[in-house]
């Protein structure tokens, strides 16, 4: 069973830190993982998906690395604004049932 | 703007009541999902479908039940509401890259 946990829980930055979100995974076979961020009381909003033969994947200041072998995905941050405020869950897609397992989240805050 | 569509919004129900949360995409996706989001217990999997007529349980299915009769739509039936089944309801419907696209949710209580 696909487990995966995602670190820190919790995080709080001043305005214009880059930030490193990590994301580790036990089943390594896996077709693709996503990154989504979920405001308070709203839906998911997907932000990057990476599919297993990709290493990294960029949309504007965000950037998300995957080392399948490893189990791991990094979701890196460039200079961060309190927009950026949200809880980011990491995804990685095993086909098993047609099933996304989700991460436990990080819930950020960046502060004025 | 292509998408997933979700409704209500938000319901109230008593217990025993039944209900049907409607879902609709117009992505041509094939693979759609339900997941309901609790506090402290993530997202996890109702029911999926893999295509028009196909539907099969996740890891939650108790107390719901779907069809899938047009490839547009996925309605998640609750039969007899309870308590339990307070909850935020995503539907997702699935790109041919298993790229997911969520729906913006439906907030159920049962009182």
């Known amino acids: 069973k696909q487990e995966v946990t995602q670190i820190p829980a919790a995080l709080s930055v001043p305005e214009g830190e880059n930030l490193v979100l990590n994301c580790s995974f036990t089943?390594?076979?896996?077709?693709?993982l996503q990154w989504f961020r979920q405001d308070p009381g709203k839906g998911l909003t997907s932000l990057l998906l990476?599919?297993?033969?990709?290493r990294e994947q960029t949309s504007g200041r965000l950037n998300a690395s995957l080392d399948k072998s490893s189990g791991r995905s990094t979701l890196y941050i460039a200079a961060s604004q309190p927009g950026d405020s949200a809880t980011y869950l990491c995804?990685?897609?095993?086909?098993?049932?047609?099933?996304?397992?989700f991460g436990t989240g990080t819930r950020l805050q960046v502060t004025l | 703007n292509a998408g997933v569509t979700q409704t209500p919004k938000f319901q109230v129900l008593k217990t025993g009541q039944s209900m049907t949360l409607q879902c609709a995409q117009d992505?041509?996706?094939?693979?759609m999902s339900w997941y309901r989001q609790d506090p402290g217990m993530g997202l996890r999997l109702i029911h999926y479908?893999?295509?028009?007529?196909?539907?099969d349980q996740g890891e939650v299915p108790n107390g719901y039940n779907v069809s899938r009769s047009t490839t547009e739509d996925f309605p998640l039936r609750l039969l007899s509401a309870a308590p339990s089944q307070t909850s935020v309801y995503f539907c997702?419907?699935?790109?041919?890259?298993?790229?997911?696209?969520f729906g913006s949710g439906t907030r159920l209580t049962v009182v």
């Open positions: 995804a990685p897609f095993t086909g098993t049932a047609s099933k996304l397992t």
């Open positions: 089943d390594s076979a896996i077709y693709n």
């Open positions: 990476i599919q297993s033969s990709q």
């Open positions: 992505m041509n996706h094939e693979y």
């Open positions: 479908s893999v295509g028009a007529g196909i539907t």
């Open positions: 997702a419907s699935i790109g041919v890259d298993y790229g997911y696209t």
